[in-house]
């Protein structure tokens, strides 16, 4: 085996891969702390869904795990950056194929099937959100009353 092969292995092999993400289980949520670098600050229960909060100094993201089926929902993020989406959301928002889109040059909101995705942003401060519409808790009315 050549050098550079084996050396592009154990670079594979030592980088964490997080496998969490929406409609994953709620156990894969601590890989997104160590992927993203981030310390676990609480975790809440509220009647039909637990709130796990993970943050650092520039960012704080909120995963919402559906308590009967154990899955995540929906998460949720404010900072001074974006985090990694694609390991945050299990997929990369670019890729979707929108039903409906809005996009400026500070916000962006795409509808695609169960999913919805909103993410605004602009020099030192970040947010947004995506859930998955078809996992969200019966019992709550409307899944946008978690982000107010």
């Given at each position: 085996?050549?050098?550079?092969?084996?050396?592009?292995?154990?670079?594979?092999?030592?980088?964490?891969?997080a496998h969490?993400?929406?409609?994953?289980?709620?156990?894969?949520?601590?890989?997104?702390?160590?992927?993203?670098?981030?310390?676990?600050?609480?975790?809440e229960?509220?009647?039909?869904?637990?709130?796990?909060?993970?943050?650092?100094?520039?960012?704080?993201?909120?995963?919402?795990?559906?308590?009967?089926?154990?899955?995540?929902?929906?998460?949720?993020?404010n900072?001074?950056?974006m985090?990694?989406?694609?390991?945050?959301?299990g997929?990369d928002?670019?890729?979707?194929?929108?039903?409906s889109e809005?996009?400026?040059l500070r916000f962006?909101?795409i509808?695609?099937?169960?999913?919805?995705?909103?993410?605004?942003?602009?020099?030192?401060s970040s947010?947004?959100?995506?859930?998955?519409?078809?996992l969200?808790?019966?019992?709550?009315?409307?899944?946008?009353?978690?982000?107010?």
């Open positions: 085996m050549s050098r550079a092969f084996v050396l592009a292995l154990l670079v594979l092999v030592a980088v964490p891969v969490a993400g929406l409609a994953q289980k709620e156990d894969r949520v601590d890989q997104d702390r160590i992927a993203l670098r981030l310390e676990t600050v609480k975790r229960d509220h009647g039909a869904y637990r709130l796990i909060t993970l943050s650092n100094s520039d960012i704080e993201v909120r995963e919402f795990i559906n308590l009967q089926t154990k899955t995540t929902f929906a998460v949720a993020w900072g001074k950056r985090p990694d989406l694609i390991v945050l959301l997929l928002p670019a890729k979707l194929q929108p039903r809005y996009r400026t962006v909101r509808r695609a099937n169960n999913l919805q995705f909103e993410a605004s942003g602009r020099l030192g947010g947004g959100h995506c859930i998955r519409l078809d969200v808790p019966h019992q709550l009315s409307s899944s946008l009353e978690l982000f107010r």
